[in-house]
């Protein structure tokens, strides 16, 4: 990290103000160089967080009225001497800064590299990293929520504890294998499967919430199937209050998957609506049905819509069926149109009693708030207050640890099986490795990379 950085840090385009971010041990030289402040005497005090009016200058040219602000390492974002120069909110006045600072020795900033050099710095470690791109991309409250508990380091904390035990079960193994074998009695070995438990069932715990997590972060996948004609289309309308899909009497009018995004309470709803599943001879339509298919498999939830007089008679198609057998945990059977028919009057008795099943006229939008606070319910897992807690919610992180309860579980067997424990410390030592990754304690270079490139190149 010999090099000094810059990037413009806001979006580009025109606006009131840009800000230009300049990172790196020759940060404030290059400040000296190109910086004309307005109180000079301040501004050489060289103290840190404070803000200085001036003009900015390539060589001897005046480029812009600016303020910049100082920061110190290891006092700053980075941990390295930092300064940000607001200029003006034209992209020209920003390049020509960028240009001065290039002219003096900086080099342009990759994407995510000031965060890639504050986790190299000890400033943060991977899951407050990845929360700072997840708080920009934040679509609900509740992501954002999230994205903050993580950042201000909940989470971390957490995985740290686990981390450490699992150091501690290495060193009882490590202290137990300098005895002779004949030494280490029952009691060691229970001692050693009692500390693996505790790691586990800590690991297990956060692992719970965290099919919660990633569905705050990235929304819950939610695809709405049926046969053709049944409300599909008038369902995705009801739901966005406004007419998004066409809606006609003629089967098939629906080939392709229509992506729309809607807020049911805090929770992000990321909707589907599919072609009418049927058997079909048109190529068009065949390909429509073949990727509602496709995204039922996907889904995290199925909104399975049924004529009410089709339900009533138990006449289901076997596509219906396959979907209510094959995915049923992850299935709502909504009854449609039921203000077709006198006092609502239907039986489920003959449906599965694990399936949710509700009443529905997307027409008089009745059920729509049953239905809304089921969504909830499956997504809190029936706790609510679930979301208050720190949640994984990154797949990588998530992989991760359930590597690391699988090696957990592993040593734990070993241990029950009497295999000897330096044996059992290669199972203990994969767990290490695999929580590790989580906050970055090892984690390779390629990583790295592949996790900062997702960040815009200013941040």
């Known amino acids: 990290m010999e090099n000094t950085i810059v990037a413009l840090a806001t979006p580009p385009g025109e606006g009131a103000v840009h800000i230009v971010r300049l990172s790196g ?92 050099r504050a986790f190299l710095n000890g400033k943060m470690d991977l899951i407050q990293a990845e929360a700072i791109i997840d708080l920009i991309s934040a679509r609900t409250d509740l992501a954002a929520d999230l994205a903050l508990t ?10 740290d504890e686990i981390r450490q035990d699992i150091l501690d079960i290495l060193s009882f193994i490590e202290a137990t294998i300098d005895f002779p074998e004949d030494e280490v009695d029952d009691l060691a070995q229970t001692e050693l499967a009692e500390k693996i438990m505790k790691a586990k069932e800590k690991a297990v715990e956060i692992l ?43 089967p098939g009018t629906t080939r392709d998957e229509i992506h729309e995004y809607i807020k049911v309470g805090d929770v992000l709803l990321h909707l589907i609506d599919t072609a009418g599943i049927r058997d079909s001879e048109d190529p068009v339509e065949m390909i429509g049905i073949e990727r509602a298919w496709k995204a039922l498999n996907m889904a995290d939830l ?26 049923a945990e992850k299935t709502i ?69 359930e590597k690391c309860i699988n090696a957990l579980e592993k040593a734990q067997e070993a241990v029950y099986a009497d295999v000897p424990f330096d044996l059992v410390s290669i199972d203990i030592r994969s767990s290490l490795e695999e929580i590790s990754l989580i906050t970055g ?12 490139s997702r960040f815009c190149i200013g941040k």
Request: charged letters at 25%; aromatic letters at 8%; a neutral charge.
């Open 25 to 116: 041990k020759d940060a404030f030289r290059i400040g000296k160089a190109c910086f004309e402040p307005k109180n000079r005497e301040k501004w050489q005090a060289n103290t840190s967080y404070t803000l200085h009016y001036g003009w900015f200058l390539d060589g001897d040219k005046k480029i812009d009225e600016v303020l910049v602000a100082r920061m110190k390492g290891p006092f700053s974002y980075t941990g390295e001497d930092v300064l940000e120069i607001n200029c003006h909110g034209g992209m020209l006045p920003a390049r020509r800064i960028i240009e001065a600072c290039l002219h003096q020795g900086a080099r342009l900033a990759e994407p995510g590299e000031f965060s890639k």
């Open 150 to 159: 993580q950042l201000k380091g909940s989470l971390s904390l957490k995985i």
């Open 208 to 250: 719970k919430g965290s099919k919660t997590g990633k569905i705050i972060r990235e929304g819950l996948l939610t695809v709405i199937a049926g046969r053709p004609n049944v409300g599909k289309s008038s369902l995705l309308n009801a739901f966005l209050e406004e007419e998004r899909a066409i809606v006609t009497d003629i």
């Open 302 to 327: 199925i909104l399975l819509l049924l004529d009410v007089n089709e339900y009533n008679a138990h006449q289901f198609t076997k596509e219906e069926q396959f979907i209510l057998e094959e995915y």
């Open 333 to 401: 059977v909504l009854i449609n149109k039921v203000d077709l028919i006198p006092a609502y009057e239907f039986n489920d008795s003959f449906l599965d009693p694990k399936i949710f099943t509700l009443p529905l006229s997307v027409k008089n939008r009745l059920g729509f708030e049953e239905l809304k606070d089921e969504i909830l319910r499956r997504v809190y897992e029936g706790n609510s207050s679930i979301s208050a807690k720190p949640l994984l919610s990154n797949i990588r992180q998530i992989n991760a640890l």
């Open 441 to 452: 304690h090892n984690v390779q270079e390629d990583l790295l990379n592949n996790i900062f």
